[in-house]
């Protein structure tokens, strides 16, 4: 899932088939298979991709970090006394190093807890799909309600594995804006200074680059996202075993788990505003 969507040409496409998606599956689940009672997995689903596009557009430019263009001192007695400040500036680098890290450690005990309290709900579900207490309306409208919540604790956890990876990112725009001050006002040459360092503004990697630790997170928590509202499809249908599970079900979770992908590109590949 090689996709960017870094131009509001993009978000405009998806937002439309999106919609023309949306209004197939309505079409399915209240006049041409009204039986397998996939209605309110339909609504469930419609009201939080509304949330995150409300959240996308609320929230979006205040994550958009701005970068500053560096100076370069010219005057030699300027150039002198330049680094009488540098103690507050690697202060702040210490600073930007540290929170960094803490983006990184964070993400790790995030998707810990995540799989801990999934494990627990799973738990449950599978107690109640052993014993022949399944078959009671109670017990699987209980059961839906289990597989919603795991959905919903996993957009939660989603959104923050996208917030630290914004984190992350912001952190190492900070850190290299302070890089590049120092090798445009230092005594070594600009190209030989910057031959040292593998990342610089131009070329960290960017927010919603894929194949690292944050996006496998996000492709993790997606997964059993998706599967939780298969699962309630399941529930919800008169379906008695799991290999009788509908099509539409099926088709329900694999759009949630493409359309999360989605979202994480929307969030991390929106352009930050430079100056």
């Given at each position: 899932?090689?996709?960017?969507?870094?131009?509001?040409?993009?978000?405009?496409?998806?937002?439309?088939?999106?919609?023309?998606?949306?209004?197939?599956?309505?079409?399915?689940?209240?006049?041409?298979?009204?039986?397998?009672?996939?209605?309110?997995?339909?609504?469930?689903l419609f009201i939080i991709q509304i949330a995150f596009f409300i959240t996308f557009f609320t929230f979006r430019k205040q994550h958009?970090?701005?970068?500053r263009s560096v100076k370069k001192l010219k005057n030699p007695r300027l150039q002198e006394n330049a680094f009488e400040f540098s103690?507050?500036?690697?202060?702040?680098?210490?600073?930007?190093?540290?929170?960094?890290?803490?983006?990184?450690?964070?993400?790790?005990?995030?998707?810990?807890?995540?799989?801990?309290?999934?494990?627990?709900?799973?738990?449950?579900?599978?107690?109640?799909?052993?014993?022949?207490?399944?078959?009671?309306?109670?017990?699987?409208?209980?059961?839906?309600?289990?597989?919603?919540?795991?959905?919903?604790?996993?957009?939660?956890?989603?959104?923050?594995?996208?917030?630290?990876?914004?984190?992350?990112?912001?952190?190492?725009?900070?850190?290299?804006?302070?890089?590049?001050?120092?090798?445009q006002n230092g005594r070594v040459p600009d190209d030989i200074a910057r031959s040292a360092f593998l990342w610089d503004t131009k070329?960290?990697?960017?927010?919603?680059?894929?194949?690292?630790?944050?996006?496998?997170?996000?492709?993790?928590?997606?997964?059993?996202?998706?599967?939780?509202?298969?699962?309630?499809?399941?529930?919800?249908?008169?379906?008695?075993?799991?290999?009788?599970?509908?099509?539409?079900?099926?088709?329900?979770?694999?759009?949630?788990?493409?359309?999360?992908?989605?979202?994480?590109?929307?969030?991390?590949?929106?352009?930050?505003?430079?100056?």
């Amino acid at each position: 899932m090689d996709f960017t969507m870094d131009s509001p040409f993009k978000r405009a496409i998806f937002i439309v088939i999106d919609i023309a998606i949306g209004i197939l599956f309505l079409y399915t689940a209240f006049l041409y298979l009204p039986e397998l009672n996939q209605q309110s997995i339909i609504i469930y689903l419609f009201i939080i991709q509304i949330a995150f596009f409300i959240t996308f557009f609320t929230f979006r430019k205040q994550h958009a970090y701005r970068l500053r263009s560096v100076k370069k001192l010219k005057n030699p007695r300027l150039q002198e006394n330049a680094f009488e400040f540098s103690g507050l500036l690697m202060k702040d680098y210490d600073y930007i190093r540290d929170t960094l890290s803490q983006a990184m450690n964070d993400r790790h005990t995030m998707v810990n807890y995540f799989l801990i309290i999934i494990g627990a709900i799973v738990t449950i579900i599978s107690t109640n799909l052993s014993t022949e207490s399944f078959q009671d309306p109670g017990t699987r409208y209980f059961l839906k309600i289990l597989a919603y919540s795991i959905n919903f604790i996993g957009w939660i956890y989603f959104m923050k594995v996208v917030r630290l990876r914004q984190s992350w990112h912001g952190s190492a725009l900070a850190m290299n804006q302070i890089k590049e001050f120092f090798i445009q006002n230092g005594r070594v040459p600009d190209d030989i200074a910057r031959s040292a360092f593998l990342w610089d503004t131009k070329t960290v990697p960017k927010a919603g680059r894929k194949s690292n630790v944050f996006y496998y997170s996000a492709v993790l928590i997606s997964l059993i996202a998706s599967l939780a509202l298969v699962f309630a499809g399941f529930i919800a249908s008169p379906a008695k075993t799991v290999m009788e599970i509908p099509t539409v079900s099926w088709l329900i979770g694999l759009y949630h788990f493409v359309f999360q992908m989605f979202c994480y590109s929307i969030f991390l590949d929106y352009r930050t505003i430079r100056r």
